[in-house]
């Protein structure tokens, strides 16, 4: 695929412009034919990716002329394309300071996978696939790099769009941010707690889902849908469809911000990918009833073969397929039996963690440790308290707030408060 357009020109306006675009030329070869669609409007797309911090060359949309939108086989009937680019020219594992996105072609292919993972295990998701994308500055500078005077040949991913998608699952209707409430509300329990375990699975965290009216999970009243397309039909509940998985674990291949939050220490076999797998898991026994969590699970455990079949079949790096497979590896482990999904957590309320057995307190401007967080198994026990290792499933002492005690180190809370018999 090739793509011709003043980029230096879109880059310079549409970083603090939304609307602005420019007009390029879009050619690819179909079954040996080549075709070219004139006058297509070029505009960039994306949240954080747009900064120039983040991404050099950041992601894209590319909009059909009406007149075209029949005359382009492998694009018919569809109004546009996104073009999710790789972003800049880093080295093969470095990622940006800000956001952890990794700056380079290896992130749109990993990325594409994902989302053909997510398909082979049943989570609704728009519908990508890989591509090689020549780009064409119109407009180039001298003195650049890459050298623009020539052509920029990069891996990149197609992203379908949103309309299309919600079609496909059959809606007809977007519920925009501001129209949307709370999952509990527009979703239903099995398409909502299918997402949270999705969204584990690749070690997402970019995400945001209003679950509740009062759910503050890394949430605001802003944005209570962060990276998820809310579909509406004729009658019944809205489905949810997620995308943008750039900085997941699974493409990025680490979350810089891990010991902001977490600690790997948790659990035994001190992996990153465990602890935070783990924590997404064990955080969908605090949003759904005992039997929406059971047959969550049995639908993925029943789709592990698929899954792996996928990861077996892509054409991955090296390093990504690898890292695929752990995260893989993780989540299956997490939930397909019930000892390791129903783990000790915190079952009493007002439960407060101590630094040591003769109670001294630990962070009490947070207060109580919320119900449902995981602790470990017991590392020390003096009259009725233990010594517990905890995992802030819940991100309750996460930034701004900070813990030390909590993310680096055990504490003690009373061995009362704890128990596997959670949700009843």
């Excluded at 546009?80 to 300071?97: F, N, R, V």
């Excluded at 594409?112 to 993972?117: D, K, M, T």
């Excluded at 999970?217 to 509406?232: E, K, S």
């Excluded at 309750?396 to 128990?419: D, N």
Aim: charged residues 25%; contains cysteine; proline residues 7%.
């Amino acid at each position: 695929m090739q793509l011709e357009a003043p980029f230096n020109d879109l880059f310079d306006h549409a970083r603090t412009d939304d609307d602005y675009g420019v007009t390029g030329r879009l050619s690819y070869t179909d079954g040996g034919q080549s075709v070219t669609v004139d006058s297509v409007r070029v505009t960039v797309r994306g949240n954080t990716s747009r900064r120039e911090t983040e991404c050099a060359f950041p992601k894209l949309k590319v909009q059909f002329p009406r007149e075209t939108r029949q005359a382009t086989p492998l694009f018919a009937g569809m109004s546009s394309i996104k073009i999710g680019t790789h972003c800049g020219e880093g080295a093969e594992d470095g990622l940006t300071a800000r956001f952890g996105r990794l700056p380079n072609e290896r992130s749109p292919v990993r990325e594409a996978f994902v989302y053909r993972l997510l398909d082979a295990v049943g989570v609704p998701a728009l519908r990508a696939r890989p591509a090689r994308a020549t780009y064409v500055y119109a407009d180039a500078r001298p003195g650049q790099s890459p050298a623009q005077e020539q052509p920029i040949v990069r891996n990149a991913l197609l992203l379908e769009n949103t309309e299309e998608a919600i079609k496909r699952f059959g809606g007809d209707r977007e519920i925009v941010e501001k129209a949307f409430t709370n999952a509990r509300a527009q979703f239903t329990p099995a398409d909502t707690a299918r997402l949270a375990l999705g969204e584990a699975m690749i070690g997402n965290f970019d995400w945001c889902l209003k679950m509740t009216p009062d759910d503050a999970y890394r949430c605001d009243a802003r944005h209570p849908l962060w990276n998820i397309v809310a579909g509406a039909g004729a009658g019944g509940r809205a489905r949810p469809l997620l995308y943008d998985f750039d900085v997941s674990g699974m493409v990025a291949g680490r979350h810089p911000w891990f010991t902001d939050v977490f600690s790997a220490e948790f659990v035994p076999s001190h992996s990153q990918v465990d602890a935070e797998v783990l924590a997404q898991v064990q955080r969908t026994r605090s949003l759904f009833a005992r039997s929406e969590l059971d047959a969550a699970r049995r639908e993925f455990v029943k789709r592990r073969p698929e899954a792996y079949q996928a990861l077996d079949s892509a054409v991955l790096d090296t390093a990504g397929k690898q890292k695929a497979r752990e995260y893989l590896d993780s989540f299956f482990k997490a939930i397909e039996s019930d000892d390791a999904f129903y783990r000790p957590v915190v079952v009493a309320a007002d439960t407060k963690p101590y630094a040591n057995a003769s109670r001294a307190p630990v962070c009490a401007s947070r207060g109580a440790i919320p119900i449902g967080t995981p602790v470990s198994e017991p590392l020390r026990t003096e009259g009725g308290l233990i010594q517990v290792m905890v995992l802030d499933a819940l991100w309750h002492w996460a930034p701004p707030v900070r813990c030390p005690e909590i993310h680096k180190g055990p504490v003690w809370i009373e061995a009362a408060a704890v128990g596997k018999d959670f949700p009843k």
